[in-house]
């Protein structure tokens, strides 16, 4: 497994053209990887995840693989900083059940509805309360291995903050993501579930910039 | 013959509207119809409930060439002591406005030749303040482009004009790629054209309190940024 930290450059052009359209985005970060052959779409058969952080002074891209990423295809002008690989490797040996861990998640938390007039047919929505949203990620710990412990205040120890909506455009359709970005603490129960978990991406839209899970040592409380 | 007026919407910040008005004020990628249209109206003077006017305006063909993509910002908004609507006590109002920075698109609209010389005029002395969708986001150099007023067709100046990036850095940077990210555009279209996308932006009325909008069709699609657009560009100078 391997980590890439992208120091992006907010005024090169192509940076520009991906900003705005998630599909682009997309496709520049799968330009590091080789074609697959094969049914497995290249994103899964490489374990492709990524996410856009934003800092004081523009966006941090964090791309997470199971192949080297080589990134020499990119436009010379994309990123401020030569890019950064690193093993992931001491992450995946860190996980044991009990350990408590700060985390930051980027996901498209979202719920099926099934309205009585489109009978049968389910339309996916994004959960815009912040409640729900906690919801969604304490059931996702359930199903991936981990807990969300409870702060000093009583309430879970994460913070649901809202991102601006991203948009792109695949064959004449128009995609729209509503994502949500959790920060806070979690506690692994499962090894198996969290390894899985933090390989593969929790939620969906993972091609699009939600489902990469990134940890650091807890804060001191 | 169609005669075009090509214009240059350039500021730090902008804001383009497109859902009804609340706690999350939103931005679309481009300079919406209704924004381009009061922005034409307010250089004109002409009023809010000036219904025929405005029409006229709304009926222009609108073609949007997107020179620099803008970063989407977010601003957590409050407003404190806004008085309640019962007149008893005050309350703080919590939204969140979305703006788009440095973003600078060409902006071109397509008609009668009468209304669009009045309206090259009025765009040089306005009546008005013209702004991008917020009253202090004021435009950062002339909206008159060097090539104004032409007896070309809109989707023709979109493909011809400058390049409107002014940064010498970027201009460079661009010029020496051999593969370039081509510009998108925005134009107006026909509904039965394939690949139409609907926008509820088409204004009907402005009136306060009775601000209604109808939908539109716009082809979304790309321009190469040729060389000579690059090296034209170089002459484009603030006046």
Same mark, same amino acid.
């Given at each position: 497994?391997?980590? %890439?930290?992208?120091?992006?450059?907010?005024?090169?052009?192509?940076?520009?053209?991906?900003?705005?359209?998630?599909?682009?985005?997309?496709?520049?970060?799968?330009?590091?990887?080789?074609?697959?052959?094969?049914?497995?779409?290249?994103?899964?058969?490489?374990?492709?995840?990524?996410?856009?952080?934003? %800092?004081?002074?523009?966006?941090?891209?964090?791309?997470?693989?199971?192949?080297?990423?080589?990134?020499?295809?990119?436009?010379?002008?994309?990123?401020? *900083?030569?890019?950064?690989?690193?093993?992931?490797?001491?992450?995946?040996?860190? #996980?044991?059940?009990?350990?408590?861990?700060?985390?930051?998640?980027?996901?498209?938390?979202?719920?099926?509805?099934?309205?009585?007039?489109?009978?049968?047919?389910?339309?996916?929505?994004?959960?815009?309360?912040?409640?729900?949203?906690?919801?969604?990620? #304490?059931?996702?710990?359930?199903?991936?291995?981990?807990?969300?412990?409870?702060?000093?205040?009583?309430?879970?120890?994460?913070?649901?903050?809202?991102?601006?909506?991203?948009?792109?455009?695949?064959?004449?359709?128009? #995609?729209?993501?509503?994502?949500?970005?959790?920060?806070?603490?979690?506690?692994?129960?499962?090894?198996?579930?969290?390894?899985?978990?933090?390989? %593969?991406? #929790?939620?969906? *839209?993972?091609?699009?910039?939600?489902?990469?899970?990134?940890?650091?040592?807890?804060?001191?409380? | 013959?169609?005669?075009?007026?090509?214009?240059? $919407?350039?500021?730090?910040?902008?804001?383009?509207?497109?859902?009804?008005?609340? /706690?999350?004020?939103?931005?679309?990628?481009?300079?919406?119809?209704?924004?381009?249209?009061?922005?034409?109206?307010?250089?004109?003077? +002409?009023?809010?409930?000036?219904?025929?006017?405005?029409?006229?305006?709304?009926?222009?063909?609108?073609?949007?060439?997107?020179?620099?993509?803008?970063?989407?910002?977010? @601003?957590?908004?409050?407003?404190?002591?806004?008085?309640?609507?019962?007149?008893?006590?005050?309350?703080? +109002?919590?939204?969140?406005?979305?703006?788009?920075? @440095?973003?600078?698109?060409? +902006?071109?609209?397509?008609?009668? =030749?009468?209304?669009?010389?009045?309206?090259?005029?009025?765009?040089?002395?306005?009546?008005?303040?013209? $702004?991008?969708?917020?009253?202090?986001?004021?435009?950062?150099?002339?909206?008159?482009?060097?090539?104004?007023?032409?007896? !070309?067709?809109?989707?023709? +100046?979109?493909?011809?004009?400058?390049?409107?990036?002014? @940064? =010498?850095?970027?201009?460079?940077?661009?010029?020496?790629?051999?593969?370039?990210?081509?510009?998108?555009?925005?134009?107006?279209?026909?509904?039965?054209?394939?690949?139409?996308?609907?926008?509820?932006?088409?204004?009907?009325? $402005?009136?306060?309190?009775?601000?209604?909008?109808?939908?539109?069709?716009?082809?979304?699609?790309?321009?190469?940024? /040729?060389?000579?657009?690059?090296? @034209?560009?170089?002459?484009? !100078?603030?006046?």
């Amino acid at each position: 497994m391997f980590l %890439t930290k992208l120091s992006l450059n907010v005024r090169s052009r192509e940076f520009r053209r991906d900003f705005a359209d998630v599909h682009d985005q997309h496709r520049t970060v799968m330009s590091a990887y080789p074609d697959t052959d094969g049914d497995t779409p290249a994103r899964q058969a490489h374990g492709v995840l990524w996410r856009l952080d934003p %800092t004081h002074i523009g966006y941090t891209a964090y791309i997470q693989s199971h192949t080297e990423p080589t990134w020499a295809d990119l436009a010379r002008d994309y990123t401020t *900083a030569t890019p950064e690989v690193r093993p992931l490797q001491p992450v995946l040996d860190a #996980i044991a059940p009990g350990r408590k861990l700060s985390f930051r998640l980027l996901a498209n938390a979202t719920q099926d509805t099934r309205p009585v007039e489109l009978k049968g047919k389910t339309r996916r929505v994004a959960h815009h309360k912040p409640d729900d949203q906690i919801a969604w990620l #304490i059931r996702k710990g359930e199903q991936h291995g981990f807990v969300i412990p409870t702060a000093r205040d009583g309430q879970p120890d994460v913070n649901p903050s809202p991102v601006p909506r991203m948009t792109g455009r695949k064959d004449n359709s128009t #995609i729209t993501i509503d994502p949500v970005r959790f920060d806070g603490h979690l506690i692994i129960t499962d090894h198996t579930a969290f390894t899985h978990a933090l390989t %593969t991406g #929790i939620g969906r *839209a993972k091609a699009y910039g939600c489902g990469l899970l990134t940890l650091a040592p807890p804060r001191n409380t | 013959m169609s005669t075009s007026l090509a214009l240059c $919407f350039d500021a730090p910040l902008q804001s383009w509207g497109t859902r009804s008005p609340g /706690t999350l004020r939103d931005t679309a990628a481009e300079p919406t119809k209704s924004g381009v249209v009061g922005l034409l109206a307010a250089a004109l003077g +002409v009023h809010r409930d000036d219904h025929d006017a405005i029409t006229d305006l709304a009926a222009l063909t609108l073609a949007v060439r997107i020179d620099r993509e803008g970063i989407l910002e977010r @601003d957590f908004h409050t407003t404190q002591n806004v008085p309640t609507t019962l007149g008893k006590g005050h309350r703080t +109002v919590v939204s969140e406005r979305y703006y788009l920075a @440095d973003a600078l698109f060409l +902006v071109i609209v397509e008609g009668k =030749p009468e209304l669009l010389r009045q309206l090259s005029y009025a765009i040089d002395s306005p009546c008005w303040p013209v $702004f991008f969708g917020r009253r202090a986001f004021v435009p950062a150099r002339p909206l008159l482009t060097r090539t104004g007023l032409t007896n !070309q067709p809109a989707i023709q +100046v979109l493909s011809t004009h400058p390049w409107l990036e002014n @940064d =010498p850095d970027i201009r460079t940077s661009e010029s020496d790629k051999t593969e370039r990210v081509p510009l998108r555009t925005v134009i107006d279209c026909e509904a039965v054209t394939a690949g139409a996308v609907l926008r509820r932006d088409h204004p009907i009325s $402005f009136t306060h309190g009775d601000r209604r909008h109808g939908h539109r069709y716009i082809l979304p699609g790309t321009t190469p940024l /040729t060389d000579p657009m690059i090296n @034209d560009g170089d002459q484009v !100078q603030c006046s």
